[in-house]
């Protein structure tokens, strides 16, 4: 006897809908199929399901002869096949059992209308028929393909999710964190019918992922996936050598490290697609991945291909090797910098950073070799530049420097702060590194010192030049001068209090990232370098309350260290310049109290930027604020938000208003700095950056001081306040 179909109602129904286009006199179906009771309505008439055990249960189900009826009966027959007895069969539409077609059923049972041809009749079609699948996904079209049939029966037959059939890497991740392979292996044995359908299985997988697909098969019932990839692991490593003894000592070891799947390992790295699939799949950032590696090199070693090991892009050993010359080709550069010694190193580090071991590596330590590659070519092109003149003015160096400090500056302290925090790279490596930021150091901190020399000197020559720009004339050089250009421009000043160099290029590199803001190309009036900005000098001294008044001010008062920033307020009202370009229109400047609430700007905020003010000024403390705390904690501005600025510039997108950065000062990293001990004696004037000079006294190492008519309270000389890094003041102009 035929196997008995399990029929769903929507089988059911669509058999009647099917046989009822032809009238029947009856409204009595037999269909031959097991199933459960149930009831349907089609065309206005109710249809009740009835399964039947035997012959005499039919006939007691059966209205009597002659008996008027009002709904449609459809009874499931599992205990005959063809012939019923003729007093039975006459009262039947069509007078026999109907057979449900298998395409109709299991079009039905995925809600389709159509299935691909020949799939009915597959060891697949067959097991989900049987009802030995259940929470089958329907189809979204009116087809039910192959490949459908496949992936959800894999779904819910065997936990294998949709995902892991999209790729080759996703198939072999997912068969590398199952571990029920060996139990479908068991079920396949007792079972004819699951044995019919793994052989479909790995036909199936063949043509949708090639020799991939049934790798990923039978190592997942052999539970040797793991094995496979170190397998594979060597088999990369070894295909571009000329040692053909090399070669063939790897063949022989994928025997004995993938047991039973050797060919199928060589099949899956002859189509070309294993580097790429390897680095899909495994992670040397991920531990587990990383004993993974750790033991596909014992096996080269093990089996006598430990020159393989040192060569590998995977292996420990290679990428230890690879590291050595990364420090052994800095070193060499540090000790004689030369052209040709900076593109062997950079050449070197680029093999290294190409190697998918690299990414076992810190983050920090990642970001390190990448800023030793810039710092290299920094000193390199230090050596073969133009030396700045040592004629002319003392106040010329500032200038010069100034103007070099704006183009590279925040590049090269940004280096030099990943370089101080790199961590994780072998010895060799460190070594290489700590004697490369000897040597750039140096250099830059020669130039802090003849900055802030010059830098006094500028301020003691009434701070004259063209080509800087004082804070104080922020307001009229830029600002005003930016407005100028139509009377649809408007602007939002987003005053950053301690941002340096360094950070601001971090903040930039963010915004780029988000391809919403970038530097505009307009471009202040008469100046010529660069940048579409003159370098912009701090106040002396470089301190908040005196430099960001003289900002907001419009003017440098050097009493203004006595007011302290209440007053900022007034100033920024009264500031000539704006004034002079806005008339009687209000001039408001947001601090941090007024700005924020929780992650939102306050609605007084957002109003004043989507308004019709020319000019907005807003006070963001964030960085400042974030350099009194921890001293445990690193900031990376080109991987951390910081928050009021991100919902400033999201409001004046929406505006269409144009914003400029700008800080009061900037700031010298903490661990670029020395503690002055016992400079400032007990009852002296003095701060972080300042101490007052008794009569006569001359600075001591590391100090300058301006002349005697510029020695305003509270500035009467300074403790490393005018490095280029607190002096120079960031200014980018976004849009």
Not at 37 to 58: A, K, N
Not at 647 to 652: D, G, K, M, T, Y
Request: net charge positive.
């Amino acid at each position: 006897m035929t196997e008995t179909p399990l029929l769903s109602d929507a089988d059911v129904r669509l058999e009647v809908e099917r046989l009822f286009r032809r009238a029947h006199r009856s409204k009595l179906v037999a269909l031959f199929g097991r199933g459960q009771p149930g009831r349907f309505e089609l065309d206005g008439l109710r249809w009740e399901i009835v399964p039947t055990s035997c012959e005499l249960e039919l006939r007691s189900m059966l209205p009597a002869p002659g008996e008027p009826t009002t709904t449609g009966s459809v009874y499931l027959v599992d205990w005959a096949e063809d012939a019923l007895p003729l007093d039975v069969s006459c009262r039947l539409a069509g007078g026999r059992i109907y057979h449900v077609a298998r395409d109709a059923r299991l079009a039905a049972l995925f809600g389709a209308r159509q299935v691909d041809q020949g799939l009915a009749s597959t060891a697949l079609a067959r097991l989900v028929l049987s009802g030995g699948v259940t929470g089958l996904r329907k189809v979204t079209g009116l087809r039910l393909t192959t490949n459908d049939l496949w992936r959800r029966v894999l779904e819910a037959r065997f936990g294998i999710p949709e995902s892991a059939l999209e790729s080759e890497s996703a198939w072999l991740r997912w068969a590398r964190a199952s571990d029920t392979g060996q139990a479908f292996v068991r079920a396949s044995e007792g079972d004819d019918l699951l044995r019919a359908v793994r052989r479909e299985l790995l036909a199936w997988l063949e043509g949708r992922l090639g020799s991939v697909g049934v790798l990923g098969l039978r190592a997942w019932e052999l539970g040797l996936v793991d094995r496979v990839l170190q397998a594979l692991l060597l088999l990369v490593g070894v295909e571009h050598s000329d040692n053909a003894y090399l070669r063939g000592l790897v063949n022989g070891l994928v025997a004995s490290i993938a047991p039973n799947l050797a060919n199928e390992v060589r099949g899956a790295h002859a189509s070309g697609t294993a580097p790429a699939l390897l680095a899909a799949v495994l992670s040397a950032e991920d531990e587990a991945d990383r004993r993974l590696l750790e033991s596909a090199q014992q096996h080269a070693m093990d089996g006598g291909a430990s020159a393989l090991a040192t060569a590998s892009d995977w292996l420990p050993a290679g990428h230890a090797a690879r590291e050595a010359a990364v420090a052994a080709s800095l070193t060499l550069f540090v000790d004689t910098p030369a052209l040709r010694r900076c593109k062997r190193c950079s050449g070197v580090q680029a093999s290294e950073r190409a190697s998918p071991r690299r990414r076992a590596s810190p983050l920090g330590t990642r970001r390190g070799r990448k800023m030793a590659a810039r710092l290299s070519a920094w000193l390199l092109a230090r050596r073969v530049r133009p030396q700045l003149a040592e004629h002319g003015t003392q106040w010329q160096a500032a200038v010069d420097l100034a103007r070099r400090y704006t183009e590279e500056g925040g590049f090269l302290d940004w280096a030099r702060q990943a370089l101080r925090g790199m961590r994780g790279a072998g010895d060799p490596l460190m070594a290489a590194v700590r004697k490369l930021y000897e040597v750039v150091d140096a250099e830059a901190r020669a130039d802090d010192q003849r900055f802030a020399k010059a830098y006094v000197a500028w301020v003691d020559a009434g701070k004259r030049s063209n080509e800087v720009l004082p804070i104080q004339y922020v307001t009229k050089r830029v600002v005003t001068q930016f407005l100028k250009g139509g009377e649809h421009r408007r602007l939002l000043l987003v005053l950053m209090d301690g941002m340096s160099y360094a950070t601001a290029v971090q903040v930039l590199q963010r915004l780029r990232d988000q391809r919403r803001w970038s530097p505009i190309a307009w471009r202040t009036p008469g100046w010529n370098g660069q940048l579409p900005l003159p370098p912009v000098l701090a106040a002396a001294p470089t301190l908040t309350e005196v430099s960001r008044a003289a900002l907001f001010a419009g003017v440098a008062d050097p009493r203004f260290g006595d007011q302290g920033t209440d007053k900022d307020d007034s100033r920024w009202t009264s500031n000539p310049h704006i004034r002079d370009l806005v008339g009687e229109e209000p001039l408001k400047v947001f601090f941090r109290r007024d700005i924020h609430a929780g992650h939102e700007l306050i609605d007084e905020v957002k109003q004043a930027v989507a308004g019709d003010q020319r000019v907005v000024a807003v006070v963001v403390n964030a960085i400042d604020e974030q350099l009194k705390g921890s001293l445990q904690v690193a900031v990376d501005y080109s991987k951390t938000p910081i928050l009021p600025l991100e919902a400033l510039l999201s409001a004046a997108d929406g505006a269409e208003r144009a914003v400029l950065l700008v800080a009061d000062h900037g700031h010298v990293a903490g661990d670029a700095m020395r503690v002055a001990v016992g400079r400032i004696p007990v009852g002296r004037e003095g701060g972080a950056r300042w101490r007052a000079l008794a009569e006569g006294e001359q600075p001591q190492d590391g100090e300058d001081a301006p002349a005697p008519e510029h020695r305003g309270s509270p500035w009467r000389g300074r403790h490393r306040g005018a490095l280029g890094q607190r002096a120079l003041v960031p200014r980018v102009p976004l849009r």
